[in-house]
Structure formats: structure tokens, C-alpha cells
């Protein structure tokens, strides 16, 4: 007991003070003390928290009087505000957007520092320079957008890599013979709503531009069909022209084309197969001067004939035979504002079985009065596919189950095409 009482004693004083050590730290909680002023509490590194020193990423140029995005960083927005020149474009910007603005003219100094340009939108501002190869150094350029200005020369010399072109609304009446030549990667050119007429467009204008697939040139001054068109197109805008006739097999070389518009021309007498293509699903020859119907291609779906001088449809005509096997795609089928007298022969129905849509409307008289036939709609339900030949369409007047045939234009669904 000797050695032990000392031991134990040590313990026993070893044990109090740990406990005076708890007590004290748990009344320094407790206690309510007043604070100090003096007291500055440690200071933790955190990353990325401001600490009088800003954190900053690295930020890429930007024009003053533009917008970068920091989630699009080659992109810069300048459009809409009221800029009269182009501003000084960063090297690193690949879409550039200065639409809506009072820009006059694009000079040699205005891109100069521009090298990796894919997109340039100067559409709606008052251009009426471009300087001579301006845009031609943008080998990475693949779309350029220059509608609604007042350009009166087409821009010259262009990259090769373009792909879209958008020149539509402008004043252009001067093409030089070697304008397109290089453009043998574009897909898509509008030239709609400017000065065009036939001695602009030779044979081999659109010649090299072997993926061209949208053309349009609608709004100009044309009085014949463009010529050498290639056949890659698929989209075909000849609107508000003055087009009177198309030259025979005209269309034998574009038999991809896929949409034709031809509204508001002169077109009076055409042959009989002159849209016989094969891919054709719309076709807008409205507001000519046409007296007959034309044959109609297997795979076309919308035909818009409204605003002519038709008197009666000749269904034969139009579908001089039935297969079964291979049924006529035509769905929707427009002839108001023309001089019938009465709705087109039950046949329709058998030739067309797919049709759900004729629009009548309003059709002149010889005295140019507006009359109306008992039919001015005639609308099946889509879920009505099936017809029998001959048997149902005994009485047209008459309406059979699955279909309607609607008295007033206003309850007729005219879907999503312009009409």
C-alpha cells in the first residue's frame, strides 16, 4: 500500500483538474459577456470568396457597345442599338450579330481584325456600301445575312464556304457574270424582293452551285423561269413575278424539287404534264391567269389554284387513272376566287382518296360578280380513309357519313400554310 497510495493520489488530483478544465470551458459558453471590440476573429483562406482582392476568370475581348455572353464567348450581340458603324470585332468571335442598327457601309477596316467569322447578321440596317471583298477573307464563313438594306450590287467576290445567303429586301440590280461562281458550297440563297430581271440571270449563273437546295426569287422583275437551275434544289420561290409560260421539260432536270410557288404571275397556257415530278408535295400556282387543271404528280399533297380563270375542273384529267396499289397523296386542294359554277365531280374522291380539304370560298361570275356555290368547303374527317368507288359520290350534294360540307368560310381550318 505504500507504492500505491501515491499513485492514487496523483490520479485523483489528475482527475479534478480535467473536470475544472470542463466546467470552466462550459461557463465560458454559458456566460453572456459583453463584446470586444478589439476582437478580430481568424481569418480563413476560402477558394474562390472575395477577400478585398477579386477572383477573376480570364474574360475575352468584347466590343464596349456590345454584349458577350459568358456561356457563348464567340459570340457578340450588337443588334438594336442604333450603332452607325461596325464595331471593332475581337479576334476569337465566330458570331457576330449587328442587326436593327443605322449601319451605312461595310469597309475594308470595319472586319479587319475579324479572322474566324462562321455568322454575320446585318440584316435591317441601311447599308448601301460593301466594299470590294470584304467578307471574301472569312474562309470559316458559312452564313451571311444582308436582307432588308439598300444594296444595289450583289457583294463581290464571296468565300467559298458559304452556306447560307440572305440578300432578300434590297435594291440589287447588278450581277456581275462571275458573282456565284465560287459559291459551290451554298445551300440556300434568297434574293426575294429585289431588282432582278432576265438579263441578270445567264445559264450559267447558278451553274457551280451543285448543293444549292432553296432558291428563292420571289418579288422580282422576272418575265421568263430562271434558267440552269441545278439539280440539287428542292425549293423553288418564283412569287410576284410577271412569268407568263415554262418552257417545255423545263423541270425534267430538278427532280428533287420538293416545293414549287408560283403565285402572282402571268402563267395562262401550260402542258398538260408540265409538273409531272416526282418528289413535288406543294405546289402555289394561285393568282395566274390558268383556265384548266394539269395533271397531278402521285406524292403531291397541297395544290393551291385559287384566283384564276378555271370554269370547271376535268378530274380525268388530273388523274387519268387509278392504281391501288399506288394511291394519289393529295390532301388539301384550294380553287375559290375562279369562275366554277358548281363543286368538282364525286370522282375526286377515288382518285384522291386522301383528301380531306377543298376550299371553294367565293367564285366569279362573267359579269364579275362574287357567288357563292352551295359547297363553299368541303372537309372529310382525317379519320375517314376508306372510300368506295363510284357508289358513295352518286350525289355529291348529299353528305355522307364522315364527312361536311361547311356553308361559311369561317369554319374552315385552313391548317399552317399560307394561303
Not at 447578321?121 to 452564313?143: C, M, R, W
Request: aromatic share 12%; charged share 20%.
Amino acid at each position: 500500500m505504500g507504492l500505491l497510495s501515491p499513485v492514487y493520489v496523483l490520479f485523483l488530483l489528475f482527475g479534478v483538474k480535467v473536470y475544472c478544465q470542463y466546467e470552466t470551458y462550459r461557463w465560458d459558453e454559458d456566460y453572456d459577456q459583453e463584446p470586444n471590440e478589439d476582437y478580430e476573429p481568424e481569418f480563413q483562406l476560402h477558394q474562390n470568396i472575395e477577400y478585398g482582392v477579386p477572383f477573376h476568370q480570364p474574360v475575352l475581348g468584347c466590343a464596349r457597345e456590345c454584349f458577350c455572353p459568358i456561356n457563348f464567348p464567340s459570340s457578340m450581340y450588337c443588334d438594336n442599338r442604333k450603332l452607325k458603324t461596325v464595331p471593332n470585332i475581337p479576334m476569337h468571335i465566330q458570331q457576330v450579330y449587328l442587326q436593327f442598327n443605322e449601319i451605312e457601309a461595310v469597309t475594308a477596316n470595319s472586319l479587319i481584325n475579324a479572322t474566324h467569322l462562321k455568322e454575320i447578321n446585318l440584316s435591317h440596317n441601311k447599308i448601301q456600301k460593301i466594299d470590294y471583298g470584304v467578307f471574301a477573307k472569312f474562309s470559316n464563313l458559312l452564313q451571311l445575312h444582308l436582307e432588308h438594306n439598300n444594296l444595289e450590287e450583289f457583294p463581290f467576290p464571296l468565300p467559298k464556304s458559304l452556306e447560307r445567303l440572305l440578300l432578300g429586301y434590297n435594291k440589287i440590280s447588278t450581277l456581275p457574270p462571275i458573282a456565284m461562281d465560287g459559291l459551290v458550297n451554298l445551300t440556300m440563297l434568297d434574293l426575294c424582293h429585289n431588282h432582278f430581271d432576265d438579263s441578270m440571270l445567264k445559264e450559267k449563273t447558278f451553274a457551280k452551285m451543285e448543293k444549292l437546295m432553296q432558291l428563292n426569287l420571289c418579288n422580282n422583275r422576272l418575265e421568263s423561269m430562271p434558267p440552269g437551275l441545278p439539280s440539287s434544289l428542292m425549293y423553288l420561290s418564283l412569287e410576284n413575278n410577271s412569268i407568263s409560260s415554262i418552257p417545255d421539260n423545263y423541270f425534267d432536270n430538278l427532280p428533287k424539287l420538293h416545293v414549287l410557288r408560283m403565285s402572282h404571275n402571268k402563267l395562262q397556257d401550260i402542258l398538260y404534264d408540265t409538273f409531272n415530278l416526282s418528289n413535288l408535295i406543294e405546289l402555289n400556282v394561285g393568282h395566274n391567269k390558268l383556265k384548266q387543271a394539269f395533271y397531278i404528280p402521285r406524292n403531291l399533297e397541297h395544290l393551291y389554284l385559287e384566283n384564276n380563270e378555271i370554269e370547271k375542273i376535268n378530274v380525268t384529267m388530273m388523274c387519268p387513272s387509278i392504281d391501288p396499289l399506288y394511291d394519289h397523296h393529295l390532301t388539301y386542294l384550294r380553287v375559290d376566287q375562279n369562275r366554277l359554277k358548281e363543286p368538282i365531280n364525286s370522282y375526286i374522291f377515288s382518285c384522291f382518296p386522301h383528301i380531306h380539304s377543298i376550299y371553294y370560298g367565293e367564285q366569279r361570275s362573267i359579269d364579275g360578280q362574287m357567288i357563292e356555290l352551295k359547297t363553299q368547303v368541303f372537309r372529310r374527317f382525317q379519320d375517314d380513309d376508306d372510300y368506295d368507288d363510284g357508289d358513295n359520290y352518286e350525289d355529291h350534294d348529299n353528305t355522307h357519313e364522315g364527312q361536311e360540307q361547311v356553308g361559311t368560310e369561317e369554319h374552315f381550318d385552313l391548317h399552317y400554310y399560307d394561303i
